[in-house]
């Protein structure tokens, strides 16, 4: 059973920066998604991020595109979200998730496509 633990959250003013980083307790090999959701008070869980672990390939909600970015560290078997220009409606508990594998026909951009979840850390902006 994978293990996500999630680290970095915290209370940030309007433009600050936070980095998020997930890290998973075992190595696997082959293609999977690791995908970054969100969840603010009294809001579903949504999509933030996914990045592709063998190719790279990274996508992003409207919302955060230009602003976040999401990375990864093979050898540390560790996802990074990199939040600027935060603003206080990206205030919310950030998820982090990965998938076993990786299926073409699967929509990453929902929870339904992934396997594995972590226990979440929070993010508060405000000022």
């Known amino acids: 059973q994978v293990q996500l633990v999630e680290s970095g959250g915290g209370l940030v003013q309007p433009g600050d920066s936070l980095r998020l980083s997930c890290a998973a307790s075992?190595?696997?090999?082959?293609?999977?998604?690791m995908g970054w959701f969100r969840q603010g008070p009294g809001k579903e869980r949504e999509f933030v991020s996914v990045?592709?672990?063998?190719?790279?390939?990274?996508y992003y909600a409207d919302s955060v595109k230009g602003r976040f970015t999401i990375s990864r560290d093979n050898g540390e078997n560790t996802v990074y979200l990199q939040m600027n220009s935060l603003k206080p409606e990206d205030t919310a508990v950030y998820y982090c998730?990965?998938?076993?594998?990786?299926?073409?026909?699967?929509?990453?951009?929902?929870?339904?496509?992934?396997?594995?979840w972590g226990q979440g850390t929070q993010v508060t902006v405000s000022s």
């Open positions: 998730a990965k998938s076993r594998g990786y299926n073409p026909r699967t929509n990453y951009r929902t929870t339904a496509g992934y396997d594995y």
């Open positions: 075992e190595r696997t090999f082959g293609r999977y998604a």
């Open positions: 990045i592709i672990w063998s190719d790279e390939r990274t």
